[in-house]
């Protein structure tokens, strides 16, 4: 199955939901990166991503990556299609210009990020980490690792790590166990066993920089003693050259439901005296500076969500339009006719296009907030903007990512018998879903996250201040009075009313009967979640209708915009409703959660 990257979509979203144009009028540093240079990346994107990429996906889930002898050997193709991907700049497209980067906003790296993980979700996460990477060392690094490293990673010449979990430290970063001697020449030896470490043994680029939290002895007990290293896989030379092996070494990989190709490490630091690491930023500060990779990271699982959706509804709906059987249920055909013809067939393509054009809006929604919020030149703009995109991050990872086993379910009832056979392909994107609900902290750390952090520290202040933005669509959708703006007004208004319930809950009571809270924190997740990406679409319906009234002649037409309120109307009407009874179990079900006690039956 072929897979056609969304440009129109991703482009519609840029400029009517992300505002890519008043971004580059605000921000200096993107003067030169509206709608029009979006179009352009995104072209050539696309070229890499169906013609390179995509076809290596189902190769991957076959001939998955395979460890022999201490190496990885990545499945036949990957390393030439990223050589590829390095060549083309496209590990530097958001970083900054100075190593190497294009500067370019994050709402265009999302769309990039978008069609590369549809094409091919094993082989995206490779780069994703390095994006995570070069992150964390362009806030700590100091200038001399900055200036050694960064160009590597940016030209994607290296690749970058994310070393956190231990057999005995999974979620729970405060068991971490790995430690770090100081040596007299200023950097540290590392000692320790690091798991699930994804891309961290690889043979597509020349060198892989793992960032490590490890303790110094001495060092605080818990989180608080935690430090951040880099540590190479190769040493590098004065001269920037490479140099000897790093005493660091995968010792196997793992077997895995899905991502198959993307080979999943045990990492083993010291075995031989011990690995050379490097400080990034001071010491004791290393989750703090690892949170800045994991956000990168968040963020991006997310997209994957909608990735995998978008690229499970083009498989399902080709193979509906093709597979022919029944007559239809009211009998204008006296034959049997494709299968996209019949009611329940349609009902389930139309929740997956819906679902995965509402999480892209939402991505491409928080993208420019992230965007404004580094770079505008108004810091009490810059402010607003963080916080909001602070709020919407676990809402991306974690409704998009919930959304996309739905989603990929789905597709494989489409197929009805035939989803089952692995040959059709539509199983590998349900296998391979599953896990963005797993790593990057499950849905229930961001929904943990959303409850502790970003609604019950302020007393529900921002999730009000999203309240008040989803307001302000709701008076323009009475406005339009039309019948689809009508129908879109009634379930979002019925959301954020559900919604301001749920937060007044939490507010009220999260300190108080915190088991009562967290009990409903995946529930108010995945209820504002809808409603963020409800309100998107709601968005993109009034800038459709209004199309639509002007008989606008544009790179979009009528048939684009027609099929948008329809798909928003879809949501509006099918998906978003659910509002209203999952904050009831968040309001009315937390006693059923306290009062069952599993360890008596």
Known sequence: ???????????????????????????????????????????????????????????????????????VFSTKGFKEAYQQYAEGGWQGLQHPEEFGGQALPKSIGACVLEMNNSANLSFALCPLLTDGAIEALLTAGSSELKQKWLPKLVSGEWTGTMNLTEPQAGSDLAAVRSRAEPQADGTYKVF??????????????????????????????????????????????????????????CVSIEHKLGIKASPTCVLQFGDNGGATGYLVGEENRGLEYMFIMMNAARYAVGVQGLSVSERAYQHAVAYARERVQSRPVD????????????????????????????????????????????HHPDAAVRAEKQALYEFLVPLVKGYSTETSLEVTSTGVQVHGGMGFIEETGAAQYYRDAKILTIYEGTTAIQSNDLVGRKTVRDAGAQARVVAGLVEATEDELVKSGSADAKAVLQSLRAAREAFLKVVDFMATNGKSDP???????????MLTGNMVSGWQMARALLVAERKLAEKADDAYGAAFYQAKVQTARFYADHILSRAPSVAYSVLFGADAVKAFDLQAF
């Not at 030169?32 to 996906?57: F, R």
């Not at 030379?237 to 005493?247: F, H, L, Y």
């Not at 999480?359 to 420019?368: D, N, Y």
């Open 331 to 374: 009998g204008s055909i006296k034959e049997a006719v494709t299968i996209d013809h019949h009611p329940d067939v349609k009902r389930m393509l139309l929740t997956m296009r819906a679902t995965a054009q509402a999480c892209r809006s939402m991505a491409l929604f928080a993208a420019a907030q992230y965007d404004a919020a580094h």
């Open 1 to 71: 199955m072929s897979y056609t990257a969304p440009i129109q979509d991703m482009l519609f979203d840029l400029e009517h939901l992300a505002e890519i144009d008043k971004l580059a009028q605000e921000i200096p540093a993107f003067a030169e990166a509206g709608l029009e240079t979006a179009q352009a990346v995104l072209d050539e994107a696309a070229k890499l991503a169906q013609d390179v990429v995509a076809p290596l996906n189902v190769e991957g889930d076959k001939n998955p990556s395979y460890w022999k002898d201490g190496e």
């Open 192 to 249: 320790g066993t690091k798991i699930f470490i994804t891309w961290g043994e690889h043979d597509m680029a020349e060198n892989i920089v793992h960032l490590v939290l490890a303790r110094v002895a001495g060092a605080p007990e818990g989180i608080k003693g935690i430090s951040l290293f880099a540590v190479p896989k190769y040493l590098v030379n004065e001269d920037g050259s490479q140099g000897a092996r790093n005493d660091v070494h």
């Open 515 to 525: 088991n009562a809270v967290y009990a409903g924190s995946v529930q108010y997740l």
